[in-house]
């Protein structure tokens, strides 16, 4: 199925339902009737605005087409969102600890980071701005997301069977970045590309030799499909000339095996106000046109892997004079201070829009590839790489309006979006004819635009979300610092239509990319014991019954389980000054049974979704009490889940004896609670009836919640036999206690079983099969 067949069903549907509405309120007057009515007038909303409400409205339980991934800019996160409802799903943490993660906190995790340390350094932000999803064939394939930090020049892999960061790598040859994620056809690289110049490999060079040492250029990270991780010792790296690369795009179909880079100020200025020189920004913008760079990465990539490269910090780069005598670098010039440089579905067409010019212009990639093929240059620029003529290359120039920035792509072919910052607008236009269609207002300054695979070789058209730089007075004022604007826009008709305006409190987005949401298959558990951050089975991975606390010298390792509702060790003793390990593994099977933990005051604090296994680390410098607990209201006995880690001062003297619960519980007791399980296993086998009658195993929902159940009640054998054996022994005060286990077991189970039941019974589930 298409989006937009998702997008126009879910439209019918909402316009079936409203119909029937207004044909209600037309037909009688009843009470509810009246009520759509009264709204209406009460609210003072127009037919505009409820048609926009019906348009975005997805009903409780329902769900989104498509997930948005929004850079999350100073953040260092991404930010996943549904269209068309924009409800946010989730914060990534990417470049920054994020304690709701566990991210930064877990050693596991700690580790992720780690890698993304420059000059032995820990980095704990990034400045996130163009997310991009893996591509087969030129299409979203759900798989993968890269991010790029545009401060610290940082490349992240995030693995969207989790979405969890899985990988950073560290730019060895640039100083800042810009230019990246964008990734080929089929995910064979990834790009990036530097921002401002610096000498390669991060040398001192003054500004006086800013042209000869200073430069510019751009990175082809090698990604490995089969392991999800980046391979910095096949990747490689194109020297540029100084000229403040910008954003990149690769080509695709007719232009398959190139990559596009512009710049600004290739000017090559250097301000220095201070110092009596005009600024950046004059010297900067002076010239009317700056440089496209055009790269065909097919052919660096055989010349890098012949070794004809200058190895900068262990990286391959190719340098400019190899670059130029291998053909494999060229400029065009591009209008003045571009931004986007955006490929269009079949790769026919390049569209590029300079900030400060009224035109954006439309490059045909088959004249481009023609002046290259017969060599037909306008000249050199100052480091001997060949410069295309504008004029032989140039398919189109539209005045779209004023600041235009960056284009998506629609459903129909040669059907364009360009975002207007200046004029706060976004403009519909046609780029092979040439011309402008539609203009719609945006509030305010719009920066990146998105469309549903917007930049694929098969956009879906349906919305268009427009990512604004201003809020201004859009939302209820909440201090300074104001919140960002994501603005919903229908684009399935002749006229846009706006229809959502979406605070977004996190950062300052800048690009972000929508799939289908079909196209991606989440999981919802782990494999028992999986380290997340390496998809590996942990050495330390622990099941029912082998926790254990282990001490060799000063070192004192926990391994411990989470399961509803305890933490396994619930004591944890040590010496002041020991250095405490604890390895937990969640045990849940069950969907969304995530479980927290903590210890106050040690800065120790982890999240474990179901089957993960991750560790916690600290030095018990300080002695004392340290109640810890689960942080996830898991259960209704989640208070419950508790423990101690005692610190013993150096040279404590035991003062009392050990742990004995006093003497309180009576055979009565004992009987009563056993009675109490005895019950419930009644309500239990009733349920297991009702299930097992039924053919639940075509119902996975309701089969995973069963399975879970039993597992459950399987746990309430062994507090069952203990119960027994105690109470035996006459020892009734502990038998009572187990029994209490026991039923704590078999509510769980109880309280799982009936969601299936329940999800049976609305799925009116058939008789089993014989
Ligand atoms: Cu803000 Cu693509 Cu970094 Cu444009 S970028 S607006
Ligand atoms: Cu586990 Cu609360």
Same mark, same amino acid.
């Given at each position: 199925?298409?989006?937009?067949?998702?997008?126009?069903?879910?439209?019918?549907?909402?316009?079936?339902?409203?119909?029937?509405?207004?044909?209600?309120?037309? #037909?009688?007057?009843? !009470?509810?009737?009246?009520?759509? %009515?009264?709204?209406?007038?009460?609210?003072?909303?127009?037919?505009?605005?409820?048609?926009?409400?019906?348009?975005?409205?997805?009903?409780?339980?329902?769900?989104?087409?498509?997930? #948005?991934?929004?850079?999350?800019?100073?953040?260092?996160?991404?930010?996943?969102?549904?269209?068309?409802?924009?409800?946010?799903?989730?914060?990534?943490?990417?470049?920054?600890?994020?304690?709701?993660?566990?991210?930064?906190?877990?050693?596991?995790?700690?580790?992720?980071?780690?890698?993304?340390?420059?000059?032995?350094?820990?980095?704990?932000?990034?400045?996130?701005?163009?997310?991009?999803?893996?591509?087969?064939?030129?299409?979203?394939?759900?798989?993968?997301?890269?991010?790029?930090? $545009?401060?610290?020049?940082?490349?992240?892999?995030?693995?969207?069977?989790?979405?969890?960061?899985?990988?950073?790598?560290?730019?060895?040859?640039?100083?800042?970045?810009?230019?990246?994620?964008?990734?080929?056809?089929?995910?064979?690289?990834?790009? +990036? !590309?530097? %921002?401002?110049?610096?000498? /390669?490999?991060?040398?001192?060079?003054? =500004?006086?030799?800013?042209?000869?040492?200073?430069?510019?250029?751009?990175?082809?990270?090698?990604?490995?499909?089969?392991?999800?991780?980046?391979?910095?010792?096949?990747?490689?790296?194109?020297?540029?000339?100084?000229?403040?690369?910008?954003?990149?795009?690769?080509?695709?179909?007719?232009?398959?095996?190139?990559?596009?880079?512009?710049?600004?100020?290739?000017?090559?200025?250097?301000?220095?106000?201070?110092?009596?020189?005009?600024?950046?920004?004059?010297?900067?913008?002076? $010239?009317?046109?700056?440089?496209?760079?055009?790269?065909?990465?097919?052919?660096?990539?055989?010349?890098?892997?012949?070794?004809?490269?200058?190895?900068?910090?262990?990286?391959?780069?190719?340098?400019?004079?190899?670059?130029?005598?291998?053909?494999? /670098?060229?400029?065009?010039?591009?209008?003045?201070?571009?931004?986007?440089?955006?490929? *269009?579905?079949?790769?026919?067409?390049?569209?590029?829009?300079?900030?400060?010019? *009224?035109?954006?212009?439309?490059?045909?990639?088959?004249?481009?590839?023609?002046?290259?093929?017969?060599?037909?240059?306008?000249?050199?620029?100052?480091?001997?790489?060949?410069?295309?003529?504008?004029?032989?290359? /140039?398919?189109?120039?539209?005045?779209?309006?004023?600041?235009?920035?960056?284009?998506?792509?629609?459903?129909?072919?040669?059907?364009?979006?360009?975002?207007?910052?200046?004029?706060?607008?976004?403009?519909?236009?046609?780029?092979?004819?040439?011309? =402008?269609?539609?203009? =719609?207002?945006?509030?305010?300054?719009?920066?990146?635009?998105?469309?549903?695979?917007?930049?694929?070789?098969?956009?879906?058209?349906?919305?268009?979300?427009?990512?604004?730089?201003?809020?201004?007075?859009?939302?209820?004022?909440?201090?300074?610092?104001?919140?960002?604007?994501? %603005?919903?826009?229908?684009?399935?008709?002749?006229?846009?239509?706006?229809?959502?305006?979406?605070?977004?409190?996190?950062?300052?987005?800048?690009?972000?990319?929508?799939?289908? #949401?079909?196209?991606?298959?989440?999981?919802?558990?782990?494999?028992?014991?999986?380290?997340?951050?390496?998809?590996?089975?942990?050495?330390?991975?622990?099941?029912?019954?082998?926790?254990?606390?282990?001490?060799?010298?000063?070192?004192?390792?926990?391994? &411990?389980?989470?399961?509803?509702?305890?933490?396994?060790?619930?004591?944890?003793?040590?010496?002041?000054?020991?250095?405490?390990?604890?390895?937990?593994?969640?045990?849940?099977?069950?969907?969304?049974?995530?479980?927290?933990?903590?210890?106050?005051?040690?800065?120790?604090? &982890?999240?474990?979704?179901?089957?993960?296994?991750?560790?916690? $680390?600290?030095?018990?410098?300080?002695?004392?009490?340290?109640?810890?607990?689960?942080?996830?209201?898991?259960?209704?006995?989640?208070?419950?889940? +508790?423990?101690?880690?005692?610190? $013993?001062?150096?040279?404590?003297?035991?003062?009392?004896?050990? /742990?004995?619960?006093?003497?309180?519980?009576?055979?009565?007791?004992?009987?009563? +609670?056993?009675?109490?399980?005895?019950?419930?296993?009644?309500?239990?086998? &009733?349920?297991?009836?009702?299930?097992?009658?039924?053919?639940? +195993?075509?119902?996975?929902?309701?089969?995973? =919640?069963?399975? @879970?159940?039993?597992?459950?009640?399987?746990?309430?054998?062994?507090?069952?036999?203990?119960?027994?054996?105690?109470? #035996?022994?006459?020892?009734?005060?502990?038998?009572?206690?187990? !029994? &209490?286990?026991?039923?704590?077991?078999?509510?769980? !189970?109880? @309280?799982?079983?009936?969601?299936?039941?329940?999800?049976?019974?609305?799925?009116?589930?058939?008789?089993?099969?014989?």
């Amino acid at each position: 199925m298409t989006g937009s067949r998702i997008g126009s069903s879910r439209l019918v549907r909402a316009f079936v339902g409203f119909a029937a509405w207004v044909g209600l309120v037309a #037909a009688s007057s009843l !009470a509810t009737a009246q009520t759509l %009515q009264q709204v209406v007038k009460e609210r003072g909303l127009s037919q505009q605005d409820v048609l926009a409400a019906a348009k975005t409205y997805v009903p409780t339980g329902e769900r989104d087409d498509y997930i #948005a991934f929004s850079s999350g800019g100073q953040s260092g996160m991404v930010i996943v969102y549904g269209i068309p409802s924009m409800r946010i799903l989730k914060y990534i943490a990417v470049f920054n600890p994020e304690p709701w993660q566990g991210y930064g906190f877990e050693e596991e995790s700690k580790a992720v980071l780690a890698q993304g340390r420059m000059n032995g350094r820990d980095i704990t932000w990034g400045d996130t701005h163009h997310p991009a999803i893996s591509e087969t064939n030129g299409d979203y394939d759900g798989k993968y997301l890269f991010i790029n930090d $545009k401060a610290n020049p940082r490349m992240a892999v995030i693995d969207l069977h989790d979405f969890e960061t899985k990988q950073i790598v560290v730019s060895p040859v640039f100083q800042s970045e810009h230019g990246g994620a964008f990734v080929s056809e089929n995910t064979e690289y990834v790009i +990036q !590309a530097a %921002q401002y110049a610096a000498p /390669l490999g991060g040398e001192y060079s003054p =500004l006086e030799r800013f042209n000869e040492d200073y430069r510019g250029g751009v990175t082809y990270w090698k990604f490995n499909r089969e392991k999800g991780r980046i391979e910095p010792g096949n990747s490689f790296s194109l020297e540029l000339p100084p000229y403040s690369q910008d954003l990149s795009d690769f080509g695709k179909l007719a232009s398959t095996g190139w990559s596009f880079t512009n710049s600004f100020c290739s000017e090559r200025y250097v301000g220095g106000i201070e110092r009596g020189r005009p600024p950046f920004e004059a010297g900067c913008s002076a $010239k009317d046109t700056d440089y496209l760079h055009v790269i065909n990465w097919k052919k660096a990539a055989q010349v890098a892997a012949a070794g004809k490269t200058k190895t900068i910090n262990g990286h391959k780069v190719i340098m400019m004079d190899t670059a130029i005598a291998e053909g494999i /670098l060229f400029l065009i010039p591009e209008p003045k201070s571009p931004h986007g440089v955006d490929v *269009s579905p079949d790769g026919e067409y390049i569209v590029i829009s300079g900030k400060l010019d *009224s035109h954006t212009y439309v490059y045909s990639w088959k004249k481009i590839k023609a002046a290259i093929d017969a060599k037909n240059f306008a000249g050199k620029d100052p480091y001997g790489i060949p410069i295309i003529d504008l004029k032989t290359v /140039l398919h189109a120039q539209v005045p779209l309006g004023l600041g235009p920035l960056h284009t998506q792509y629609d459903s129909k072919k040669g059907i364009a979006y360009t975002s207007l910052y200046v004029d706060s607008m976004v403009a519909r236009w046609d780029y092979i004819n040439g011309k =402008l269609l539609d203009r =719609l207002p945006i509030h305010y300054n719009i920066g990146h635009l998105m469309t549903m695979h917007g930049d694929t070789v098969k956009p879906r058209g349906d919305y268009l979300v427009s990512l604004n730089k201003l809020a201004i007075d859009r939302f209820q004022p909440v201090g300074p610092l104001h919140p960002q604007n994501h %603005q919903l826009i229908d684009i399935g008709s002749d006229k846009m239509q706006l229809l959502y305006d979406m605070p977004l409190p996190l950062g300052e987005p800048h690009y972000s990319v929508a799939i289908e #949401a079909g196209i991606l298959k989440p999981g919802v558990r782990y494999k028992v014991g999986t380290n997340t951050r390496t998809g590996e089975i942990s050495p330390h991975k622990t099941r029912a019954g082998e926790e254990r606390i282990e001490r060799n010298g000063k070192k004192v390792t926990v391994h &411990g389980t989470l399961i509803r509702s305890h933490i396994t060790p619930e004591i944890i003793e040590v010496d002041e000054g020991d250095e405490v390990t604890i390895h937990l593994t969640n045990l849940e099977r069950a969907e969304d049974q995530t479980h927290g933990f903590t210890v106050g005051k040690y800065n120790v604090n &982890g999240s474990w979704e179901p089957g993960k296994t991750a560790t916690v $680390k600290f030095t018990a410098d300080t002695p004392g009490v340290f109640p810890y607990y689960c942080t996830e209201f898991c259960s209704a006995l989640h208070l419950e889940m +508790q423990g101690y880690l005692l610190v $013993k001062p150096t040279g404590y003297k035991a003062k009392v004896g050990d /742990l004995m619960p006093k003497e309180e519980y009576t055979k009565a007791d004992y009987e009563k +609670q056993v009675k109490a399980c005895v019950d419930t296993q009644a309500v239990i086998n &009733g349920v297991v009836e009702y299930i097992t009658g039924r053919d639940y +195993q075509a119902h996975p929902v309701a089969a995973a =919640l069963f399975e @879970d159940a039993a597992e459950q009640l399987g746990y309430a054998e062994g507090p069952k036999k203990k119960a027994e054996e105690e109470a #035996a022994k006459g020892n009734y005060h502990s038998a009572t206690l187990w !029994a &209490g286990q026991w039923w704590q077991y078999q509510v769980k !189970a109880a @309280d799982l079983g009936l969601r299936a039941k329940t999800n049976l019974e609305q799925a009116g589930a058939g008789p089993a099969k014989k």
